[in-house]
């Protein structure tokens, strides 16, 4: 069965970008002029995903309104002659089926999923994580949904992170089988350096059968408090073969300030109308 469907948890508050997240979804954060959760959707969708449910909150609003249909902005745009801020604007609420459900309680990652039971049904789905934007010529889930249509089980996307970072993530433990691709034996949601079984994180994609439904029902509260996601993959992996992809590309923590302004940095600089003029004003200032 191929991979068609996504779900994008965005119910956290964003506390780390307070007072720009008070009442703004950081999801809608922008790197240069386009929202964060925009680029997690645009590689959905050149990812092949057909239909996408966002996880939403009570102060999510803003999520469902840009990815909706401006009916009064293109009508003065259309007024104006402003064919191509038009066209900017109708592209963005023809992306994709997106759908919307509320995780009415902050239990953790692993409960936001679990909103999706009724969404996904009988099939894969990938899940991606607002926090992680990744720039590579083939969008990053399309490389784990290839690994999935040759392994036909669930698929982790990692790389290596340094050991102080390590506690940041969900570790695996797993045994190279081809370049790349790694089995996964175990996981460890955020372990001490000194305890984590490898320096390879997840960060933020998935792809996942079904089942994990039914071991997030099994699973209790973990780290924080929460039910974690990592702790249902892990009970996942006692019933069925799970595997970790090392993917290619360049992977931005944009739940992090630094990440953020990292990745809005580079974005500018690899866009043809800003990139001069930008690089101009950074060798102006430093020094």
Known sequence: MRVRKAVIPAAGLGTRFLPATKATPKEMLPIVDTPTIQYIIKEAVDSGIEDILIITGRTKRAIEDHFDKAYE????????????????????????NIHYVRQQEAKGLGHAIHCAKSFVGNEPFAVLLGDDIVKS?????????????????????????SPDDISKYGAVAASEV??????????????KKEEA?????????????????????????????????????????DYEDMYAYDFIGRRYDVGSKMGFLEATV???LSRDDLAGEFMQYLKKIVK
Do not use: W
Request: charged share 25%; with cysteine.
């Open 197 to 237: 079984p490898s320096n390879m994180a997840i960060l933020g994609r998935y792809i996942i059968t079904p089942k994990i439904f039914e071991c997030i029902e099994k699973t209790g509260k973990g780290a924080g408090g929460e039910i974690q996601l990592t702790d249902a993959l892990r009970l996942l992996c």
């Open 73 to 96: 902005l293109e009508t003065e745009l259309e007024k104006s002659g402003k064919t191509d801020l038009l066209k900017i604007a109708q592209d963005i609420s023809n992306m994709a």
């Open 266 to 268: 580079e974005y500018a």
């Open 137 to 161: 010529d083939v969008p990053c889930l399309k490389q784990m949904i290839d690994v999935y249509d040759k392994y036909q089980a669930s698929i982790l996307g990692v790389q290596t992170v």
């Open 178 to 191: 081809s370049e790349r691709i790694h089995k996964v034996s175990g996981l460890v949601e955020k372990p």
